[in-house]
């Protein structure tokens, strides 16, 4: 069974920076693109970063310039670094990744969630 284990959140004031990791575990084949949402009280989950098994990266307008993403394929984790942070940057923040695992010659693909992990920027 694959999951995903995020880790790195807490409380900043705003201005602070915080580096969320989020890593897979299983029997892991390989992993394609790899993403961060976050979802605040009373709103959808929203995409922040990806990045694709490249490396090409892609970031939400609201926190372009100051969150970066970037992956260590040979540990199978995501991070997030997250600089210059907002109020409105307090969510809970998910790991989301297509990962594709190979078991008794058949590869099967799932893109499973990780348990989240709260972001709170506060002063």
């Known amino acids: 069974q694959v999951q995903l284990l995020e880790s790195g959140g807490g409380l900043v004031q705003p201005g602070g920076s915080l580096r969320l990791s989020c890593a897979a575990s299983?029997?892991?084949?390989?992993?394609?693109?790899m993403g961060w949402y976050r979802q605040a009280p009373g709103k959808q989950r929203e995409l922040v970063a990806g990045?694709?098994?490249?490396?090409?990266?892609h970031y939400a307008d609201s926190v372009k310039g100051r969150f970066t993403i970037s992956r260590d394929n040979a540990k199978n984790t995501v991070y997030l670094q997250m600089n210059s942070l907002k109020p409105e940057d307090t969510a809970v923040y998910y790991c989301?990744?297509?990962?594709?695992?190979?078991?008794?010659?058949?590869?099967?693909?799932?893109?499973?969630w990780g348990q989240g992990t709260q972001v709170t920027v506060s002063s």
């Open positions: 989301n990744a297509d990962l594709i695992t190979y078991s008794s010659g058949t590869y099967y693909e799932s893109r499973p």
């Open positions: 299983g029997s892991i084949f390989g992993i394609n693109d």
């Open positions: 990045i694709a098994s490249g490396g090409s990266t």
